[in-house]
């Protein structure tokens, strides 16, 4: 076997979309000759699913470092807030809102390239005692955060060894994860082309990641697609799901919501349904697994479970009628293909796409998965959910998409097999 050393910021115990992609690589890679050694930062998963570390082969090494990104000040300043009285507290708000901006202006602009950046000399520091003690033949590194590829360029300059980077995200021309000001755009903007000089080959999760780079570059030949998927046998082995317990028409949300990202329309639309159709209330059900905040808006009838593992996922979308998607109204909303798209395609279910246009709405609608909406339309959401409503009654609710082709497409094994091929032809070369 040739080993390849993953650095990726977010893995399992940690739960939710953002590990997937690594972890389901890191489960398949040793089918394929590659045996991954993983390092990764040892920080407190607020939502934890240990079994996606039980997936993983024995013999992977997992490796956690400490990270000096968090700032406890802000976090000691919220708890003598909620513990002090009014008085005191008005003060303690003051001092917080000064100390935000005072970090904001420091990460913003001097956080290269991004404030994760605590993490690198630890994670550096490791990967150099990994590469002593054993035969390294290939790094990877995964982002966000882009740290983790300043770690792998940093060992790319001192130890030659092929490198090859995956970008889950946008980076520069991200709203969210992207620098915010015009100096850090401008350092940052250096820093992505050493990257790119440097790496081997640069995997996008998505075709309009890769054309931003070919766009930029002119590179093509460095730069490949490898989308996002799901594990086939995991749905194919799906058993009757304990949540499915009435005959009711079910919508079910998995996956966790942002301050970018709301339910609010949805439930908005709902609430309207309920006044203006009497048989809506006693035949739906809503169903939000993730982090999600509880809305008083029909809470009678969205049951909240919170967060759950991922089997468990697996188990509540395939027992829905229609699955719900949101994604957030920005600029890179074009480019993002999330992970639970993949998932819900894999529970072969009709979507209700509360989606702004861009990749993931194409995708929807060319392969005939679902409804397409505008996130924040309410009268059109509200008719999506009624036309879907009606079909389910008729027992006519069906997509007219090609499972078994999109399962060929999208397994995560045979995606994990290109990656395997892409990495192999790095090593070869090198040699």
Request: hydrophobic fraction near 40%.
């Amino acid at each position: 076997m040739e080993n390849i050393l993953i650095i990726v910021y977010h893995f399992p115990p940690m739960g939710g979309g953002a590990v997937l992609r690594t972890q389901k690589f890191v489960k398949y890679l040793p089918q394929f000759g590659l045996m991954p050694t993983v390092v990764t930062a040892n920080i407190p998963a607020s939502i934890k699913d240990d079994t996606l570390l039980e997936e993983l082969d024995k013999r992977i090494e997992i490796f956690r470092t400490i990270t000096f990104e968090k700032f406890g000040i802000e976090k000691n300043l919220n708890e003598k807030i909620h513990e002090n009285k009014k008085a005191k507290r008005t003060l303690l708000l003051k001092l917080l809102i000064i100390w935000k901006f005072f970090k904001n202006t420091i990460v913003n602009n001097f956080f290269i390239p991004d404030k994760y950046v605590g993490w690198t000399i630890f994670a550096y520091k490791k990967c150099k005692e990994i590469i002593k003690k054993q035969q390294i033949d290939m790094i990877y590194s995964s982002s966000p955060p882009v740290s983790t590829h300043l770690v792998a360029y940093l060992l790319k300059c001192h130890e030659k060894i092929p490198w090859v980077m995956d970008y889950r995200d946008l980076w520069l021309n991200h709203n969210i994860l992207g620098p915010k000001t015009k100096f850090s755009k401008f350092i940052n903007n250096k820093v992505e082309k050493k990257f790119i000089s440097r790496a081997d080959k640069v995997i996008s999760a998505t075709t309009t990641i890769t054309e931003d780079f070919i766009d930029r570059y002119k590179k093509n030949n460095k730069f490949i697609t490898i989308t996002n998927g799901y594990d086939k046998e995991r749905f194919d082995n799906n058993h009757i799901s304990k949540y499915k317990t009435k005959n009711k028409f079910t919508i079910v949300y998995s996956g966790s919501f942002s301050n970018y990202q709301t339910p609010e329309y949805f439930l908005i639309a709902i609430k309207e349904l309920l006044l203006e159709y009497n048989d809506f209330k006693s035949d739906i059900e809503i169903i939000f697994a993730g982090s999600v905040e509880k809305n008083h808006l029909v809470s009678s009838i969205v049951n909240f479970i919170g967060f759950i593992p991922y089997k468990d996922a697996v188990d509540l979308i395939c027992s829905a009628d229609v699955l719900l998607l949101t994604i957030y109204e920005l600029q890179c909303s074009k480019s993002v293909l999330t992970t639970k798209l993949f998932d819900y395609i894999g529970a072969q279910k009709p979507i209700l796409a509360l989606i702004p246009s861009g990749i993931a709405s194409e995708m929807i609608k060319d392969e005939k998965l679902g409804v397409v909406v505008s996130p924040n339309n309410i009268q059109d959401i509200k008719r999506a959910i009624l036309g879907l409503y009606m079909k389910w009654k008729e027992k006519k609710l069906y997509t007219g998409a090609n499972y078994s082709m999109l399962a060929k497409k999208f397994d995560r094994k045979q995606l994990t097999y290109e990656l395997s091929k892409v990495l192999k032809e790095v090593v070869n070369h090198k040699k």
